[in-house]
């Protein structure tokens, strides 16, 4: 089996190589060539056994796409993107990297007879925007109120259609808000539903922008990586024309999320969160999805974690090093 | 007022710019200038009073959408569009006319600074794929099962994207399916919900290749120039970010189109259908939306016909010069 990830140096692709690289294997099937793209160079997966190619390219570019898919991979994850923010900032390059460059990928594809190459794409939750019912079922239409969500939403459409076509295989992914997330706090307005609990894990403060009542849908990254392994693999028959599911996960509010902070690292830990109400970001995410029916996904044999403890024992085993919980 | 119609060769292109031309106006607002355009020079509305620029151009090729709106059109209606057979038998040219022709479209009109004209998108009944309920709501999900639908799934996202972005001021229109087609019938799975009626009408034989009770969604081409005409003049503040809505209609069965032509024309213009099963067009059919509730567009002022006859009455009176029926 031959994989290609594009988006490889990104927290999920990195860490979808690693694995990848450490068993051997994707969703249990050997891989023996991998490539890893980005545009910056990926430095992952040195220790990959098989075949490694490594190279920086930009989806938008000529030609781009025909050397992702030179060694005609089995399995290509397609994890490129432009992230919210910069793709509402900068309309134009939104469009061009997330709906172009998508297209540009699908396309190489169509044009080669016969090959019918299993696409896995990465999708969101920003495909829902406002007004949202407290659970959002499989059915609920898509009302993007982002570029972004826009651009990923049309992606959905085009791996469906390309899928319907026979000229590949996909499975759309519309990944829950990854936390907690590893490395240091960023610009995105979601960026604090990682930062209350990685900062205080670590013995530093932590900013909490919003009311602790607020809701939203969580996954860990090692969950993400699993959904990967398992579009990877499974029969895609089950899906029939609709090929891009909401990925099952954890609804919780950030109280809950502080509670299992407290039960898992003490009141010191959850002493470390700094409240600072930032109306701007309270509004942002009062428009999220608050949770989710997954039962397309359910029913495929996705899975994720069961409860917010969970989601915070994965944090300490895989960044931090700690044994696993019993029971976890 | 300016108005630009792309796709003013087609049946509503021309019935548009026919009624702009009859009536020097838009929705009651006044039209001074009016540019026609399609990949044929469109030959109509001669008559027009006012500043009239007629061209052929295709919205694929460099160059044509800035000279689609070199005069700052106020109103742009956008119905250029590959059909939906030619769109599954030639997957590239689809996306090329239906997808990036309409990017194109409304790229160009982005780029320039402080326009932001009103864009009348045609959209379709095929964003809607099976499994469908009987009556579909505004807020069913889009589903297309054909890469027209596809097509038209997307420029509905664009179309909010932009109208969002404010580069634009967009209202797209679900059009249902148009009968009583004049002319003669055609290749579309379609074409005989128009032909069972139009060909009895004029004495001439029509053939019927489905049951009965196969029920779907109507209006008349007079109900399809009207949607554009309130589109064009509407306050689109009540639509918020979704600015694509079906369109009313009348939800009947074969049978009740028959009835209807038995009520109008008599016992000797239904004998003129022929009944001659084909499994293909019924398998095509079996997927298409049978009703809708339409209130967003109902709310939002659109109207269409009540009854079948009706829709005969308005193929009688604008067709064939028959006086309108009293009430209809």
Redesign the interface.
């Known amino acids: 089996m031959r994989v290609t990830i594009i988006g490889a140096a990104g927290m999920i692709g990195r860490k979808l190589a690693e694995r990848i690289a450490a068993t051997g294997a994707i969703g249990g099937t050997p891989v023996d060539a991998m490539t890893l793209v980005d545009v910056i160079e990926p430095d992952v997966a040195a220790d990959f056994k098989g075949t490694r190619e490594v190279f920086a390219a930009d989806l938008t570019q000529s030609g781009t796409s025909e050397r992702v898919i030179a060694n005609r991979p089995d399995i290509i994850v397609h994890l490129a993107a432009i992230v919210s923010g910069e793709a509402e900032a900068d ?1 134009d390059k939104g469009y061009r990297v997330n709906l172009d460059g998508t297209r540009a990928l699908l396309e190489a594809i ?1 044009s080669i007879e016969g090959y019918c190459p299993r696409v896995i794409y990465a999708s969101s939750l920003a495909v829902f ?1 406002a007004p949202l019912p407290d659970v959002i079922p499989d ?7 982002t ?1 972004y969500g ?1 651009q990923k ?2 992606g959905e ?2 791996l ?2 390309y899928s ?2 026979g000229f590949l295989d996909g499975v759309g992914i519309r990944f829950p808000t990854i936390c907690i997330r590893p490395g240091k706090r960023n610009k995105a307005a979601s960026s604090f539903f990682s930062g209350i609990l990685r900062e205080p894990l670590n013995g530093v403060e932590a900013i909490l922008p919003v009311e602790d009542d607020v809701r939203h849908w969580f996954a860990s990254p090692r969950a993400a990586v699993g959904y990967i392994e398992h579009a990877a693999t499974m029969d895609t028959a089950q899906l029939g ?2 090929r891009c599911m909401t990925m099952p996960g954890v609804s919780a509010t950030v109280g809950e999320q502080i509670e299992a902070l407290r039960a898992v690292a003490g009141d010191g830990a959850v002493a470390l969160i700094r409240r600072a109400p930032d109306p701007a970001v309270a509004q942002i995410i009062a428009g999220w999805p608050r949770a989710f029916d997954t039962a397309r996904a359910l029913a495929a044999g996705f899975v994720a974690e069961k409860s917010f403890q969970e989601i915070i024992a994965i944090y300490l085993e895989d960044e931090m090093g700690q044994p696993a919980l019993k029971g976890a």
Chains 1, 2 share one sequence.
């Open positions: 309309f169509q925007g059915t609920h239409q898509l009302t993007p109120l570029s826009a939403a049309m459409l085009l469906n259609d319907r076509r024309a609709q």
